[in-house]
């Protein structure tokens, strides 16, 4: 039986595919399987897989219908036969430490869980989240806490951890099929909240693709209604989850109304479509009343900006006034504070007198200057409006 069990769900990446089990194969620790589910490639990935497992018997292949990436995943979890497992994305890569260093942290047999620091390519982290979520301090928690769970950067990537394969088993966890996207959300919160010890490590074992245009994140990014959909999917069921360990109440409940509320909130300020906007509230208002109703106002539950929101949708209120652009302002201003407000003001300011006179975004604002000066009805009237807004946060009782 193998020390370490590897699950490489594969889907149409051709291209990238030698990269990562190339990267595998070259492991200083050998004692290894690699679990590759071809998930109905269309691609040569499938033809590339077989190649592998013919040079190299550490290699198993497992075709499926595609059925997506939690699928996938399960099916190489239900077929690993080593005492540890871990996960690998098929267009990214492992560093030649990555099982040996696996092995070596798992002596301490109070950890049923090891997260590790990763590195991007081929470009840096495109933000600080990704930063702070994917490099790691040195530290092992011994048991669970709220804390760890919402506190620290333990979420939600499975790829960057592993995992006792007898802890999983007894556990009876596995992704949740029928989500195409933050799967990985739900995997953690089911897996963290029931292991008696996690250890994070600093040792940077995973080397990550950030730059991927046709991945399911990226072809998502911009499309704001489909993706709150799919956000709404996994809260909901991140919730039956947290319900079903007998969770929210106390602490654990302010804590998961706090982590939903920042989840979905700030999207619904970028819905454009008042259908769209209306239909997410209808199915967001669900969510709350479901799981939330009995714990009364759930802005004091929350004890966050976002909570006041929540609350409002809870109640009813009309989509468009609630996430309008001057509501936007009041958001901003509790989040982040007034500075901030004001320069989404003057950024809205700014692209609206752009937009009218056809300046590009790469110019100075020095245009802007004049703009009162030029003669245009349109252009005074969009100046006086969001001005008027920038007033509003001047004043001492701007969020009274």
Not at 25 to 43: A, H, L, P, Y
Not at 88 to 110: G, M, Q, W, Y
Not at 237 to 261: N, P, T
Request: charged residues 25%; negative net charge.
């Amino acid at each position: 039986m193998p020390a370490v069990s590897i699950v490489v769900p594969v889907y149409n990446v051709a291209h990238y595919l030698p990269q990562c089990l190339n990267s595998i194969r070259e492991q200083s620790f050998e004692d290894f399987e690699v679990i590759c589910v071809n998930d109905g490639s269309t691609d040569e990935s499938g033809e590339l897989l077989e190649r592998y497992a013919r040079v190299d018997s550490r290699f198993r292949v497992i075709t499926t219908p595609n059925h997506g990436v939690s699928h996938a995943r399960n099916v190489g979890l239900d077929a690993a036969c080593g005492d540890y497992l871990c996960f690998v994305d098929a267009d990214d890569r492992v560093s030649p430490l990555h099982c040996e260093t696996i092995v070596r942290l798992f002596r301490n047999k109070t950890i049923d869980i090891v997260k590790f620091s990763a590195d991007p390519f081929p470009v840096p982290f495109p933000n600080e989240w990704m930063s702070y979520t994917l490099r790691l301090p040195d530290r092992v928690f011994r048991s669970y806490s709220d804390s760890l769970m919402f506190d620290e950067p333990c979420r939600p990537f499975p790829w960057n951890g592993a995992y006792r394969a007898s802890f999983i088993k007894n556990a009876g966890v596995h992704f949740p099929e029928g989500l195409p996207l933050g799967e990985d959300q739900v995997f953690s919160f089911a897996t963290v909240s029931r292991a008696s010890g996690v250890m994070f490590s600093s040792a940077r074992l995973y080397r990550y693709r950030v730059s991927r245009k046709d991945s399911a994140m990226a072809m998502l990014a911009e499309n704001y209604p489909a993706r709150i959909g799919h956000h709404l999917s996994v809260a909901s069921a991140i919730l039956d989850e947290w319900e079903l360990q007998g969770r929210m109440e106390g602490d654990s409940a302010m804590k998961m109304a706090r982590f939903v509320s920042d989840f979905i909130v700030p999207d619904l300020f970028e819905i454009k479509m008042t259908s769209d906007l209306c239909s997410l509230c209808d199915r967001y208002r669900a969510i709350l009343l479901r799981y939330f109703l009995e714990f009364g106002s759930f802005s004091e539950l929350s004890g966050c900006p976002s909570g006041i929101w929540s609350q409002a949708v809870m109640e009813g209120s009309d989509p468009c006034t609630l996430f309008s652009r001057r509501s936007f302002y009041s958001y901003t201003a509790a989040q982040y504070g007034r500075r901030a407000a004001l320069g989404c003001v003057r950024a809205d300011i700014a692209s609206s007198v752009r937009a009218f006179f056809g300046i590009p975004h790469s110019k100075k604002d020095a245009t802007l200057d004049d703009a009162y000066a030029i003669d245009d009805a349109f252009c005074v009237r969009e100046c006086m409006k969001f001005e008027g807004e920038y007033a509003r946060f001047m004043a001492k009782d701007t969020l009274k």
